[in-house]
C-alpha cells in the first residue's frame, strides 16, 4: 500500500499553497499468531456432550463484530449452535456450526474481544460433542477476522489449539441376566 503526502506552506491548504506533493510505501501488514491457545472439554470420553473452554491470546484485536473461527479435526460436533459465553461478559457472540467442514464461526457483540493487542481471551462454548472414539490430543485450528467478514483478507490472527486425549469410558452398573438360571 502507500500513503499520499502532500505537504502546504504556512497561508493554507489549498492547490495554491502545495509545496510539495508524493507518495510513499507501508510495511505490509500481515497477520499475527495466537499464541497459549487451548480447547478443554469437561468431559473427555468418546462421544459425549459438555461444555469446553477455549482460551488464546491475540497478537492483533478483535473489536465488536469481529469473528472467531474454529475448525475441529477429530470428529468433534455440536447438534445446534451452541451458545457462547465470554469471560468478561459484557462480550456477546452468535456461532454458527457448519458440520460438513466442522468449522464453527463466533460473530462477536458487545464490547471488544480484545481493544488491545496480546489480550487474553476466554469463552465457553455449550454442547461440544467429543470424538466418536478414543483419540489422543489433537489440535483445533483458529482463526479471527475483523468486522468485514472471514475473508483471507480479513484476517487478524492465527493459530492451533491443543484439546484434550479422549480416553476411553468407565461401565457403571452393569449385569447380564440370562432368562433361565438353571442348567
Not at 120 to 147: E, K, N, Q, W, Y
Not at 149 to 167: K, Q
Amino acid at each position: 500500500s502507500t500513503v499520499a503526502i502532500t505537504t502546504f506552506d504556512s497561508t493554507g491548504t489549498a492547490a495554491g499553497d502545495v509545496i510539495d506533493a508524493g507518495s510513499a510505501a507501508t510495511d505490509a501488514i500481515t497477520q499475527g499468531a495466537l499464541s497459549t491457545a487451548t480447547v478443554a472439554s469437561a468431559t473427555d470420553t468418546p462421544g459425549v456432550k459438555s461444555t469446553a473452554t477455549v482460551g488464546f491470546t491475540t497478537a492483533g484485536r478483535i473489536l465488536s463484530g469481529g469473528a472467531i473461527q474454529l475448525v475441529f479435526s477429530e470428529g468433534e460436533t455440536f447438534d445446534a449452535n451452541p451458545t457462547v459465553t465470554f469471560t468478561p461478559n459484557t462480550v456477546t457472540g452468535t456461532a454458527v456450526w457448519t458440520g460438513g467442514t466442522s468449522t464453527l464461526v463466533i460473530t462477536t457483540g458487545g464490547d471488544a474481544v480484545s481493544a488491545d493487542e496480546g489480550t487474553a481471551v476466554s469463552f465457553t462454548l455449550t454442547d461440544l460433542r467429543s470424538a466418536p472414539s478414543i483419540v489422543g490430543a489433537s489440535t483445533v485450528a483458529i482463526t479471527t477476522f475483523d468486522s468485514t467478514g472471514t475473508a483471507a483478507g480479513d484476517v487478524i490472527d492465527a493459530g492451533s489449539a491443543a484439546t484434550d486425549a479422549i480416553t476411553q469410558g468407565a461401565l457403571s452398573t452393569a449385569t447380564v441376566a440370562s432368562a433361565t438360571d438353571t442348567p
